[in-house]
């Protein structure tokens, strides 16, 4: 009773409501003043007829031919009788059947079930709330760097401008918090003063105007801006932002590290402790048809293998497994091993013709940005006159076109290009893309965008080799932030981290421990005394107070937890 009681206040404190009240009751009384003119109408020609009923007959006769029940025991026996008949029937369908209820839903109904959802969306976080992640939109960035936060069971809220968003974010299980995102008050609310970090993923203009009011309230928490345009980086740092992100560049600068061109080297994706992660494209080098025992590459140089991508699946980097074309080994080292490794590779020459991309937007540009800092030649396919004009402008060859059409591509060079980097941020486009690609050059290497991340598998298995979605890189660096680790981009979803060995499998052999089998991850080293070694094998024995460096996506962590701990 008292929840319905605080329901009914919050309904009727708000003007909007009041006022559809007041129009609802008003229509409500135009159909009784109808009603009584029809049965009094009634009475009149009942005598005329010479037939007497009680005023009570009368609204019981008007009221079951509106209503269209019409039970027939009471009837006119004359035409202007039977005329008034039509005519309160044809009023009852109109008013009773047709307007009252749209003007119940419209006016009381509706707005009854939003104070409902409203009342249900909290304005501020418990009391004693700190150390905690401010997240000011839910978006796909936000929705996977949420699967991180859990996993590590960090607390974050959703900060929503919208109560009914609110209200439906907390319903599928997420904590979101409405607010004003103008509001120091808001920010009060979410005690961002005590926060462990503030992501501002907005648009360009209101993530400046969030950082803003934010510096009022917690003028030393961290802020992470992400920023969809370079020139507002600068704007955002001077209005407060501790770290801001140029994700289309960043996700550029990732597509580009992915491209096999020139000579053959290593491409470095990332550091974990201490530790250099890098890709190594085997086409056309001497690692490709051989086992990674015969590479021997843990014996000339120092760097062990610990994963290996094939088609976008990562495989553990098994002593017997066998490197194909396609094969793109993950190693660990130092940089001067890598190095060596590059220093090794050098008088392979992979295809020195210009590497294709597909789109010119923000994305490609970025991407042709950083093969221009490698010397890397390239070309630009891309139909929108403004952007092929822009990247002229900045010195590229541009062909003018789309790329499904066979003179576009034959004449940017497909037949014969190492690589095509398609950046378009249409998903469909990209994966048919992709397939009409493999189809024209069976040889070469496809490295794509997306934006969702559900559609990461169709766009491998239409023949892409590298794919990195937008939200995986942004959740990927988020996290890196928060971690105050470097980011590591290995590929969608993956990512490397530490577990301790579960006290089942102390004493047992690496070979025996079945952690692949059972979760599918990739264990790529051991901690021992704060350092990493990645030359383990499967004899390796698991000991008290180790713990394993292991490769894999949230889900397979999640398994591991679960089976071991």
């Known amino acids: 009773m008292k929840f319905l009681t605080t329901q009914l206040t919050y309904f009727l404190s708000d003007r909007t409501v009041r006022q559809n009240t007041r129009a609802l009751l008003q229509y409500t009384a135009l159909l009784l003043f109808v009603m009584i003119v029809f049965s ?43 005329m008034f008949s039509l005519i309160v029937l044809v009023t009852g369908i109109l008013m009773l059947l047709i307007m009252l209820p749209f003007a119940f839903i419209r006016f009381f109904y509706a707005p009854w079930l939003e104070a409902q959802i409203q009342l249900k969306a909290p304005r501020r976080v418990p009391e004693g ?38 209200a439906d974010l907390r319903a599928r299980g ?125 014996e000339t140089t120092g760097i062990n293998i610990i994963a290996v991508w094939e088609r976008g699946i990562a495989h553990p980097a098994a002593p017997q497994h066998m490197l194909t074309d396609h094969s793109v080994p993950v190693l660990a080292g130092t940089q001067e091993q890598l190095d060596l490794l590059d220093d090794i590779l050098l008088i392979y020459d992979i295809n020195q013709n210009p590497v294709i991309i597909i789109g010119g937007g923000t994305v490609g540009l970025a991407v042709a940005a950083s093969l221009r800092e490698k010397e890397i030649p390239l070309h630009i396919i891309e139909r929108n006159p403004q952007a092929a004009d822009r990247a002229r402008a900045k010195g590229y060859r541009v062909f003018d076109g ?39 050059n069976p040889a070469l290497r496809i490295v794509s965008r997306v934006t969702l991340e559900r559609n990461v598998e169709s766009i491998f298995r239409a023949g892409a080799d590298f794919v ?4 995986s890189l942004g959740a990927t660096t988020v996290y890196a932030t928060l971690s105050q680790h470097p980011p590591l981009v290995l590929g969608e979803s993956l990512a490397m981290f530490d577990e301790p060995v579960p006290t089942p499998l102390v004493g047992r052999r690496l070979a025996e421990s079945d952690i692949g089998a059972v979760t599918g991850l990739i264990v790529i080293g051991v901690r021992r005394n704060g350092r990493i070694d990645t030359a383990i094998t499967g004899d390796t024995i698991l000991e008290t107070g180790m713990q394993l460096v292991m490769l894999g996506a949230p889900d397979q962590r999640h398994r591991y937890v679960e089976r071991y701990h």
């Open 402 to 440: 789309d790329a499904e059409g066979m003179d576009v591509m034959m004449e940017a060079g497909i037949e014969e290009t190492p690589t095509v980097v398609l950046t378009t941020h249409d998903d469909a486009m990209n994966i048919y893309l992709a397939a009409y690609c493999r189809r024209l």
């Open 129 to 166: 709330t700190s150390d905690h992640v401010i997240l000011c939109s839910y978006a796909p960035v936000i929705e996977a760097l949420i699967k991180r936060l859990r996993d590590e069971e960090i607390e974050y809220f959703v900060l929503a401008s919208d109560l009914t968003a609110t």
């Open 174 to 298: 997420i904590p979101a918090v409405a607010g004003d995102l103008d509001n120091p008050e808001t920010y009060r609310a979410l005690m961002a003063d005590r926060a462990r970090l503030i992501v501002a993923n907005r648009e360009d203009t209101m993530n400046t105007n969030i950082i803003i009011t934010v510096r009022e309230v917690a003028p030393d928490t961290p802020i992470l801006a992400i920023a969809s345009s370079d020139d507002a980086v600068d704007v955002m740092e001077l209005s407060g932002a501790t770290t801001v992100v140029p994700l289309k560049r960043r996700l550029g600068e990732q597509l580009a590290n992915r491209v096999s061109a020139s000579q053959a080297h290593t491409h470095i994706v990332g550091e974990y402790e201490g530790l250099k992660i890098a890709e190594l494209p085997v086409r056309n080098t001497p690692l490709a048809n051989k086992s990674i025992r015969e590479t021997r590459l843990r």
């Open 40 to 82: 009094v109408l009634f009475h009149v020609l009942m005598v005329y007829e010479g037939q007497q009923h009680s005023w009570l007959t009368g609204f019981y006769w008007t009221l079951t031919v509106m209503s269209t029940l019409g039970f027939g025991d009471i009837t006119f026996t004359t035409d202007l009788g039977r």
């Open 468 to 471: 990195l979605s937008h939200a």
